[in-house]
Each structure stands twice: as C-alpha cells, then as structure tokens.
C-alpha cells in the first residue's frame, strides 16, 4: 500500500502565477481533503472533496480551488499566487463510513515557494 | 469543533513514559478526541482516538476525563523518534468533519 501521495514534493512558482498539486489517496479512500501549513503553525483546513464535490470549506479565497476525480485522486489550484501562499500543502484521504469518517492519513506534502 | 489546549513544549526522558496533557473543556457530547504527531518535514500521523472510553493501541493510550472536559495521550516507553509535534483535536464524527489543528505540543524525547 502506496499510503497517500502527493506530487510534486517540491515546488518553486512566481508571484501571480497559478499552480497545481495533485494527490492521490490510500487504496480504499474516497475522500480527500486538502490542508496549508504555514511555517511553525498546524495545519489549516482548505476544502474537502467526496463523490466528486466539494463537501466543506475552511477560510480560504476563492483563489483556492479543487477537484475530484472518479478514481478518487484530486487536485489543488491557486491562481494568482501571492507571497503569502508560500507553505507546506498536505493533503489527507479518509473512508467515510456509516459513522462519518474514519481517521485521516495525511501525505508527506507539497512544499510550495513563491518568489 | 471545541477548542484545545495544550502546553507548547515537553521534554521526556527515553525509556519513560511521556504524558501529553490537552484541555477541552467546550467539548460537546458527539465530538471525539482525537490525537495525531507530526515528525518534522512530514505529514501529520494518527494516533488514537476516542469519545469517552479510555483507549489503546500498538501506539499509545488515551486516558479521557470522566467529564470529558481533558484528556492525556500516554506514550509509555518514549523513544528518540517519539520527538515530534503533537496536536490534539476535538472534531464531531459527521459527513463533513474537518480537523481543525492548534499549535499543539512540541515532545522532545531526550537520551
């Protein structure tokens, strides 16, 4: 089992640039949420996708967007990036299951840089 | 989701037990404990959880409070790689449940 995955590991993108970062979740998976980590902080929730559709949303512009594709993977994109995007973006797959979820397993992250 | 507490930093002797205090005294009665560590430059790792019970497993134990208003995480024989961030969170179980992550405990496990 290949756990979650997250390409790419490291990413370096210009200011006002869009970008995209792609996960894949644990075998058996159907829902991924996506997360920011700025330096020395926790995690920030970004948005969570299950069958397809965005199910919840944290505090983030609509800059922040998302899909979800039918084998379950998915995909984050910022557009018009800003200095202050510069973080670690993980991503965490889970089952949900008749009581909800079942606990999150998280990706090692992208490690996104904007100059 | 309740709000955590949890002290900023806690060091442990290797071999011993390391006991992880967290407050949550907004806690509600359909919300789990939750706990989970993040090792540097990795993603966060699950732990445990629970609702009420104490709980075990091959990782640690989770000792909740009668009135659920705190919990402790015990690691009962810390090792060196036990050194890591570790967040206690409070999130309901339902279709859509986000966890919301404080600054949690820095555990650094000493030799």
């Known amino acids: 089992d290949a756990g979650v995955t997250q390409s790419p590991t490291h990413l370096i993108k210009t200011r006002g640039q869009q970008v995209t970062l792609r996960c894949s979740p644990k075998s058996g998976h159907d829902t991924v949420s996506w997360y920011q980590q700025a330096l020395g902080q926790g995690p920030q929730f970004i948005f969570q996708?299950?069958?397809?559709?965005?199910?919840q949303r944290g505090n983030f512009p609509d800059r922040f967007s998302g899909h979800q594709f039918p084998n379950y993977s998915s995909e984050l994109n910022v557009n018009a990036l800003l200095l202050g995007d510069s973080a670690l973006y993980l991503c965490?797959?889970?089952?949900?299951?008749?009581?909800?979820?079942?606990?999150?397993?998280f990706g090692q992250g992208t490690r996104l840089t904007v100059v | 989701d309740a709000k955590t507490t949890q002290p900023p930093s806690m060091d442990c002797a290797e071999g011993r037990a390391a006991n992880l205090p967290c407050n949550h005294s907004t806690i509600s009665g359909n919300e789990y404990v939750y706990w989970y560590r993040q090792i540097h430059s990795q993603g966060p790792q699950y732990i445990i959880h629970?609702?009420?019970n104490n709980e075990t497993n091959e990782m640690a134990s989770l000792i909740i409070t009668e009135d659920r208003k705190s919990s402790t995480l015990i690691l009962p024989h810390a090792t060196l790689r036990d050194t890591a961030v570790y967040y206690c969170?409070?999130?309901?179980?339902?279709?859509?449940?986000?966890?919301?992550f404080g600054s949690g405990t820095q555990l650094t496990v000493l030799p």
């Open positions: 969170i409070v999130s309901s179980a339902g279709s859509a449940r986000q966890l919301t």
């Open positions: 965490a797959s889970s089952f949900r299951d008749r009581g909800g979820f079942g606990e999150a397993f």
């Open positions: 996708y299950y069958e397809e559709e965005e199910r």
């Open positions: 629970g609702l009420k």
